[in-house]
């Protein structure tokens, strides 16, 4: 019903930065809820940033001052700007959009596909 393409991510230095990217396609109603997720391996999901639909936003202590959540409601995506890059940044990234999908009262989840993002020392 509905897809979400990540694109933005890459190899960096220490100190760099990247632009991660996400967009919704599909039958999408209303995009309440834009969040970027990361991922280390054998460890779980953890939260990186949220915006909500009146644009408020919340970070993860790690990444605040750092990073930057943004979105354009009328491409339906959302942005993750990552400036100052530190190597425990390294990990996928995954987008997640809480959509109310046209014809449905409900709001779902949907996950994007995830993007390598690796940052050297």
């Known amino acids: 019903q509905v897809q979400l393409v990540e694109s933005g991510g890459g190899l960096v230095q220490a100190g760099g930065s990247l632009r991660l990217s996400c967009a919704a396609s599909?039958?999408?109603?209303?995009?309440?809820?834009m969040g970027w997720y990361r991922q280390l391996p054998g460890k779980q999901r953890e939260l990186v940033a949220v915006i909500t639909s009146d644009g408020s936003t919340n970070y993860a202590d790690s990444v605040k001052g750092r990073f930057t959540i943004s979105r354009d409601n009328a491409k339906n995506t959302v942005y993750l700007q990552m400036n100052s890059l530190k190597p425990e940044d390294t990990a996928v990234y995954y987008c997640?959009?809480?959509?109310?999908?046209?014809?449905?009262?409900?709001?779902?989840?949907?996950w994007g596909q995830g993007t390598q993002v690796t940052v050297s020392s």
């Open positions: 997640n959009f809480g959509v109310v999908v046209t014809l449905t009262p409900r709001q779902y989840d949907y």
């Open positions: 599909g039958r999408i109603f209303r995009i309440n809820t």
